[in-house]
């Protein structure tokens, strides 16, 4: 008899199978999907349950595990401020800074009627500075920094234009995280505009590179594009009075310091000062360099390169 009870006691009347299922439906269509507290008014996306298993699942959730990069910036990057030869760039405060001064109690104003005429708000870029907006920065005491600085951001990144080349306005930029198309964005607004790109080039229409702001547009050659694993370096040859190889590096902070040459202390510590500071305010730190090569080094260095990229052995060991 128990053996009977125990075997029949999963069976249950098929009417009361379609009531529970009947009765899911109607929690999902009209409680969750009309539920005001899950609705998102800037994407005028309100909430949809695609399965009636859902709100057996509420209330359950006791830990949550994310990933702080992409859950607190809802993949939204900016490019807010910048720290060049030693110099920041940048008036803007960010949410953090605001509460840690309320927190002191310090009252830090921060209205948008005061920014100044050169201030640019838009997707990938939120920035404010008239040391260097508009071409300004080419009355900077260090405008070679600043050129080189816009033009690495401009060149090295694998972030494919979409648009009429003609009006950078109307250029999309479509990339594999948010973070190269901010630093486009943020070149682009500097004066380097990338608008086209090959398998072999880069083309920058390039503004304010003298003296009397005139325009030319420039093509690089991508020698050699490294995948990004914490460090990105394209290597690029620039069509400068005296043809050049160039190395352009992108990465974290401890991948690019250990791959600085000596001297230049001065620098270095502000520079990481900066980093810090950028970092305690709550933004996303990323280093620039370059380093001028010959075509000996260079030749010498992509035939390591080219045997390391057919190994079938510890190929990414051997790349780095």
Known sequence: MFTLITLYSTIIPISLYVSIEMIKFI???????????????????????????????????????????????????????????????????????????????????????????????????????????????????????????????????????????????????????????????????FGFFFYRRTPTTVMVRESHVDRMGSMQDVAYEILNVLEFNNKEAPICGLPLSKWKTCSLLQGADNVIYERLADGNYDIKKTSREHLEQFGSAGLRTLCLAYRDLSMDQYKSWNEKFVQAKSSLRDRDKKID
């Open 27 to 189: 929690q999902c269509a009209q409680f969750i999907n009309n539920d005001l507290n899950m609705y998102h008014a800037e994407s005028n996306t309100p909430a949809l349950a695609r399965t009636s298993n859902l709100n057996e699942e509420l209330g359950q959730v006791e830990y949550i595990f994310s990933d702080k990069t992409g859950t607190l910036t809802r993949n939204l990057m900016e490019f807010f401020k910048c720290s060049i030869g030693g110099e920041i760039y940048g008036t803007g405060i960010t949410e953090i800074e605001k509460g840690g001064a309320e927190r002191a109690g310090v009252r830090i104003d921060d209205d948008e009627d005061k920014r100044s005429a050169t201030a640019v708000h838009e997707k990938g870029f939120n920035f404010d500075d008239t040391r260097i907006m508009r071409g300004a920065w080419r009355n900077e005491p260090n405008p070679e920094a600043c050129m080189e600085f816009f033009r690495c951001l401009a060149i090295c990144h694998t972030v494919l234009p979409e648009g009429e080349e003609e009006t950078p306005e109307k250029i999309t930029y479509q990339a594999a995280s948010p973070d190269e198309a901010a630093l486009v964005a943020a070149a682009k607004n």
